[in-house]
């Protein structure tokens, strides 16, 4: 069509000159769209070829003004052109032209909404280039001023463009919370004038939600911008990218056949497009789906190893060495499971040593491949080294980004790899042995000394760009641009960083992991129990004084699915007004359910702790029982943590001047759960918070330093990342990540009226949730139920524990007493020190 327009446009040159200057504006439009749509279809060199032509035909227009407004238009069309080559430096060069052109002609005549937009648009676009340069604050001043100037000028659509931009931004710099509202904020701006939401916008919240774990919610982000792509017939290499991102979350969550539909699909797309190195990406997601079906079979043909070794064989290096080692390290898996040693000796051989930019998850793998050789070959210290090392190299990532940066692929390689130490050393037997590896392996995120956000702005600034960068250099390899300008870039902002000291981050200094010893002089009279499994062999340490023990307690599955059934049973049971019959079938039924557990997990250890109290370390589903309900427990002090590195931690927190008791009451809430006047009445003092006073702000204000914090709101548990389970409040969501903020986390929260206590269980027994991220932060205790609670119920629970608490009772021995009145109807339970 638009060949055809130029076609038309040479029929009629026209001689007057207004009409002439018009047909002059006319051409130029036509071929610099032309050209733009030329990169799609032949490559970014020839749409240059035909924006330099369209350059020369600008300058060829008679008015000035109207020569200066298009000199800006091709001048952004260029930049947009070399960003989407990789050449992002140059790109800014020519955005900075652009800008000159459309300020001089601004200042020349009346700024109407159609000159003010490509400035608008410009500005966007260059934002958009220091953002993948990651200059962070020259990204910032670009964004804020394009919306800031759009929205002046009633340009709403450009303005939810460049919030968008924002939250890329974000992003970047590792601030997923402020990215998703950011893009929520966006897609509301669309929403609210009854347009679709951008491709990129969609393409990019999905991006959002994998970086937060949240694969789930990415691909059904992606679900919805797939069928408007395809409807539109889509520009392929976008089309290509949302099937790539969908096949990358399907992969995340397991579910390998969508995951390789999608990479097949996207290899296809991108071909044509002649992306080589997503060609090669969506290849790779095709041979992990193989080989994950491979090893979960066992049965592994001499076709998939080949396959892998084919691949990478076949890809130009240095360009794509890293995608090439990532597939040998699968042929090197599957070639042991094949038994042939040997050979994936030879093919790990030919994997480099990573490289300081080299993905935590490709470190891990090269990892795990080393200790499952080692482990084929006999040599199990060998294998134990190698995981220990790998480990180490987690801990450095996190040391340095804060756990919450690590990706699902990254947990995945962490996770395998404390799988096999946990088997090997279980194989021993020996129980002080387990102790150790599991405190090294599990729920690390908690061993940090907890710190507010970082305080120097020049710091955050260089380690915002360092985060931006890296993930700038993975993109432009993903796209196949050049890198090296980024790297030193990247080298230099790291350099900074850590000359500012880089450890002032939101995440202090890793404590160590605690040593037997310091856990049995600490636990005094009580009784630990720390619970793990090794494929289906579920086990428990069990330390009483100086005395360790190893507990064989049977099927890890079977418990699984009791507490699974006995959660069922108390959601089922919750109701206030159940119907007599019903209440009873469903009491019968989590007895049942109960007592299996009790006998399971308990009984067999009442000979080795009495009738001690308890410092329960789940793992796995375990961390869903609720312990008060177990028939042997019922009554006892029971304190959960995820680790015993944790407890120890909370148990040693530094006193403090007992701080206010604050009582805080969401919207929406029955009258019996939202009585907090009631409860503030075992206080001497007490701070209540309800209606509009119970904002974000507000209650986040009153929780930094309270001693008791009761918070009585709607709450929601996301299974697939709880860091973003979240409190209703007026004004809107508290999130799990916001506690993170607080210089002085409560000492003790009790969340009441929801289901918080419950927690994702990530690689590595790493259970995060609304409870678990404020014991993260500091907090020492966090009372709160497993399973929904009738209102009645959690009315009387409450009154229960906080007139013993408020007479001096421990947290845990508050809670116990609250329970025994009638367990079913009040699963809560006591985490952290007790």
Same mark, same amino acid.
């Given at each position: 069509m638009l060949r055809r327009g130029q076609d038309l446009a040479e029929q009629v040159a026209p001689v007057d000159p207004e009409t002439r200057s018009q047909w002059q504006v006319t051409r130029v439009r036509l071929a610099s769209t032309l050209a733009a749509l030329a990169a799609e279809t032949s490559g970014p060199i020839a749409a240059l070829d035909g924006l330099a032509e369209v350059r020369r035909m600008v300058e060829d227009l008679a008015d000035p003004l109207v020569k200066e407004e298009m000199r800006g238009n091709v001048e952004h069309n260029r930049g947009l052109l070399l960003l989407n080559a990789g050449l992002i430096e140059d790109a800014v060069t020519v955005f900075d032209s652009a800008l000159e052109h459309h300020e001089r002609r601004l200042a020349i005549g009346d700024p109407t909404p159609a000159l003010v937009e490509p400035m608008v648009k410009s500005l966007w676009s260059r934002g958009t280039a220091h953002t993948r340069l990651g200059s962070i604050g020259q990204a910032r001043q670009d964004l804020a001023r394009a919306v800031a100037v759009a929205t002046e000028h009633g340009l709403s659509d450009r303005a939810a463009d460049a919030a968008h931009a924002l939250a890329v931004l974000e992003l970047r710099r590792g601030d997923v919370p402020?990215?998703?509202?950011?893009?929520?904020?966006?897609?509301?701006?669309?929403?609210?004038?009854?347009?679709?939401?951008?491709?990129?916008?969609?393409?990019?919240?999905?991006?959002?939600?994998?970086?937060?774990?949240?694969?789930?919610?990415?691909?059904?982000?992606?679900?919805?911008?797939?069928?408007?792509?395809?409807?539109?017939?889509?520009?392929?290499?976008?089309?290509?990218?949302?099937?790539?991102y969908r096949a990358a979350a399907a992969y995340m969550t397991g579910d390998l056949d969508l995951a390789r539909t999608m990479a097949s699909s996207a290899r296809q797309r991108m071909r044509r497009w002649g992306c080589e190195t997503c060609v090669a990406n969506a290849t790779l997601i095709g041979l992990r789906v193989d080989t994950a079906r491979a090893l979960r079979s066992g049965r592994v043909p001499r076709s998939v190893p080949r396959r892998a070794l084919e691949f990478a064989d076949a890809l130009p290096a240095p360009r794509l060495a890293e995608q090439a080692a990532l597939a040998?390290?699968?042929?090197?898996?599957?070639?042991?499971?094949?038994?042939?040693?040997?050979?994936?000796?030879?093919?790990?051989d030919r994997v480099p040593r990573p490289g300081r930019l080299t993905p935590i998850d490709h470190r891990m793998l090269r990892r795990l491949c080393r200790a499952e050789l080692a482990v084929a070959r006999g040599d199990r210290t060998a294998a134990l080294a190698e995981i220990r090392a790998g480990l180490t190299d987690l801990d450095h990532v996190r040391d340095r980004m804060g756990g919450l940066e690590l990706l699902s692929g990254t947990a995945l390689h962490g996770r395998e790899l404390t799988e096999l130490a946990v088997r090997l050393v279980l194989d021993g037997g020996d129980a002080r042995r387990l102790f150790s590896w599991l405190e090294r392996t599990r729920a690390q995120t908690y061993r940090y000394e907890p710190l507010a956000r970082p305080d120097q702005p020049e710091l955050a600034e260089r380690i915002a760009e360092v985060r931006s960068l890296t993930q700038s250099i993975h993109q432009a390899e993903h796209e196949g641009h050049p890198t090296a300008a980024l790297r030193a870039r990247h080298a230099e902002s790291l350099r900074e960083a850590n000359r500012l000291?880089?450890?002032?981050g939101r995440w202090g200094r890793p404590r160590p992991v605690a040593r037997l010893a310091e856990v049995a002089a600490r636990l005094g009279e009580r009784a630990l129990v720390s619970f793990a499994s090794s494929e289906d062999e579920l086990v428990a340490v069990v330390v009483v004084g100086s005395d360790v023990r190893?507990?064989?307690?049977?099927?890890?599955?079977?418990?699984?699915?009791?507490?699974?059934?006995?959660?069922?049973?108390?959601?089922?049971?919750?109701?206030?007004?159940?119907?007599?019959?019903?209440?009873?079938?469903?009491?019968?039924?989590?007895?049942?359910?109960?007592?299996?557990?009790?006998?399971?997990?308990?009984?067999?250890l009442t000979g080795l702790v009495g009738d001690r109290e308890l410092v329960i370390v789940p793992t796995g589903a375990l961390y869903a029982v609720p312990w008060g309900v177990l028939p042997?427990?019922?009554?006892?002090?029971?304190?959960? @943590?995820?680790?015993? /590195? !944790?407890? *120890?931690?909370? +148990?040693?927190? %530094? =006193?403090? &001047?007992?701080?206010?008791?604050? #009582?805080?009451?969401?919207?929406?809430?029955?009258?019996?759960?939202?009585?907090?006047?009631?409860?503030? @009445?075992?206080?001497? /003092? !007490?701070? *209540?918070?309800? +209606?509009?006073? %119970? =904002?974000? &702000?507000?209650?986040?204000?009153? #929780?930094?330093?309270?001693?008791?914090?009761?918070?009585?709101?709607?709450?929601?548990?996301?299974?697939?990342?709880?860091?973003?389970?979240?409190?209703?409040?007026? +004004?809107?969501?508290?999130?799990?990540?916001?506690?993170?903020?607080?210089?002085?986390?409560?000492?003790?929260?009790?969340?009441?009226?929801?289901?918080?206590?419950?927690?994702?269980?990530?690689?590595?027994?790493?259970?995060?949730?609304?409870?678990?991220?404020?014991?993260?932060?500091?907090?020492?205790?966090?009372?709160?139920?497993?399973?929904?609670?009738?209102?009645?119920?959690?009315?009387?629970?409450?009154?229960?524990?906080?007139?013993?608490?408020?007479?001096?009772?421990?947290?845990?021995?508050?809670?116990?007493?609250?329970?025994?009145?009638?367990?079913?109807?009040?699963?809560?339970?006591?985490?952290?020190?007790?």
């Amino acid at each position: 069509m638009l060949r055809r327009g130029q076609d038309l446009a040479e029929q009629v040159a026209p001689v007057d000159p207004e009409t002439r200057s018009q047909w002059q504006v006319t051409r130029v439009r036509l071929a610099s769209t032309l050209a733009a749509l030329a990169a799609e279809t032949s490559g970014p060199i020839a749409a240059l070829d035909g924006l330099a032509e369209v350059r020369r035909m600008v300058e060829d227009l008679a008015d000035p003004l109207v020569k200066e407004e298009m000199r800006g238009n091709v001048e952004h069309n260029r930049g947009l052109l070399l960003l989407n080559a990789g050449l992002i430096e140059d790109a800014v060069t020519v955005f900075d032209s652009a800008l000159e052109h459309h300020e001089r002609r601004l200042a020349i005549g009346d700024p109407t909404p159609a000159l003010v937009e490509p400035m608008v648009k410009s500005l966007w676009s260059r934002g958009t280039a220091h953002t993948r340069l990651g200059s962070i604050g020259q990204a910032r001043q670009d964004l804020a001023r394009a919306v800031a100037v759009a929205t002046e000028h009633g340009l709403s659509d450009r303005a939810a463009d460049a919030a968008h931009a924002l939250a890329v931004l974000e992003l970047r710099r590792g601030d997923v919370p402020a990215a998703l509202r950011r893009f929520e904020t966006s897609e509301r701006s669309f929403r609210e004038r009854g347009l679709d939401m951008p491709v990129l916008l969609g393409l990019d919240r999905a991006q959002a939600l994998m970086a937060a774990g949240l694969a789930d919610e990415a691909g059904s982000q992606l679900d919805g911008v797939l069928p408007v792509l395809r409807a539109a017939h889509g520009v392929t290499r976008y089309l290509g990218n949302v099937e790539l991102y969908r096949a990358a979350a399907a992969y995340m969550t397991g579910d390998l056949d969508l995951a390789r539909t999608m990479a097949s699909s996207a290899r296809q797309r991108m071909r044509r497009w002649g992306c080589e190195t997503c060609v090669a990406n969506a290849t790779l997601i095709g041979l992990r789906v193989d080989t994950a079906r491979a090893l979960r079979s066992g049965r592994v043909p001499r076709s998939v190893p080949r396959r892998a070794l084919e691949f990478a064989d076949a890809l130009p290096a240095p360009r794509l060495a890293e995608q090439a080692a990532l597939a040998r390290m699968l042929a090197v898996r599957l070639e042991i499971r094949r038994g042939d040693v040997d050979a994936a000796e030879r093919v790990l051989d030919r994997v480099p040593r990573p490289g300081r930019l080299t993905p935590i998850d490709h470190r891990m793998l090269r990892r795990l491949c080393r200790a499952e050789l080692a482990v084929a070959r006999g040599d199990r210290t060998a294998a134990l080294a190698e995981i220990r090392a790998g480990l180490t190299d987690l801990d450095h990532v996190r040391d340095r980004m804060g756990g919450l940066e690590l990706l699902s692929g990254t947990a995945l390689h962490g996770r395998e790899l404390t799988e096999l130490a946990v088997r090997l050393v279980l194989d021993g037997g020996d129980a002080r042995r387990l102790f150790s590896w599991l405190e090294r392996t599990r729920a690390q995120t908690y061993r940090y000394e907890p710190l507010a956000r970082p305080d120097q702005p020049e710091l955050a600034e260089r380690i915002a760009e360092v985060r931006s960068l890296t993930q700038s250099i993975h993109q432009a390899e993903h796209e196949g641009h050049p890198t090296a300008a980024l790297r030193a870039r990247h080298a230099e902002s790291l350099r900074e960083a850590n000359r500012l000291g880089w450890h002032a981050g939101r995440w202090g200094r890793p404590r160590p992991v605690a040593r037997l010893a310091e856990v049995a002089a600490r636990l005094g009279e009580r009784a630990l129990v720390s619970f793990a499994s090794s494929e289906d062999e579920l086990v428990a340490v069990v330390v009483v004084g100086s005395d360790v023990r190893l507990a064989r307690l049977g099927s890890a599955e079977r418990a699984a699915e009791s507490a699974r059934m006995l959660n069922a049973d108390l959601n089922a049971l919750a109701p206030d007004h159940l119907p007599e019959p019903l209440a009873r079938v469903m009491a019968v039924s989590a007895h049942k359910q109960a007592d299996r557990l009790d006998a399971q997990l308990i009984q067999p250890l009442t000979g080795l702790v009495g009738d001690r109290e308890l410092v329960i370390v789940p793992t796995g589903a375990l961390y869903a029982v609720p312990w008060g309900v177990l028939p042997t427990l019922r009554g006892r002090p029971t304190a959960v @943590a995820p680790s015993a /590195t !944790a407890w *120890l931690a909370a +148990d040693r927190a %530094a =006193s403090r &001047a007992p701080g206010r008791t604050v #009582l805080a009451r969401g919207p929406g809430l029955p009258a019996a759960v939202g009585e907090i006047d009631g409860l503030g @009445a075992h206080y001497t /003092t !007490a701070a *209540l918070l309800s +209606d509009e006073g %119970a =904002s974000v &702000a507000s209650v986040l204000e009153a #929780l930094d330093g309270a001693e008791v914090a009761h918070l009585a709101a709607h709450g929601v548990h996301e299974p697939e990342n709880a860091l973003f389970s979240r409190l209703e409040l007026a +004004d809107g969501p508290l999130y799990a990540h916001e506690v993170a903020g607080l210089a002085h986390p409560p000492r003790q929260v009790v969340l009441a009226a929801c289901e918080l206590a419950l927690n994702r269980i990530r690689p590595g027994d790493e259970p995060l949730g609304f409870a678990s991220a404020l014991l993260a932060v500091g907090s020492q205790v966090v009372v709160a139920p497993l399973s929904r609670v009738g209102d009645r119920a959690c009315a009387a629970a409450m009154d229960d524990y906080h007139r013993r608490l408020a007479a001096g009772a421990r947290p845990a021995v508050a809670l116990a007493d609250a329970i025994a009145v009638d367990p079913l109807r009040r699963p809560f339970v006591c985490l952290g020190s007790g």
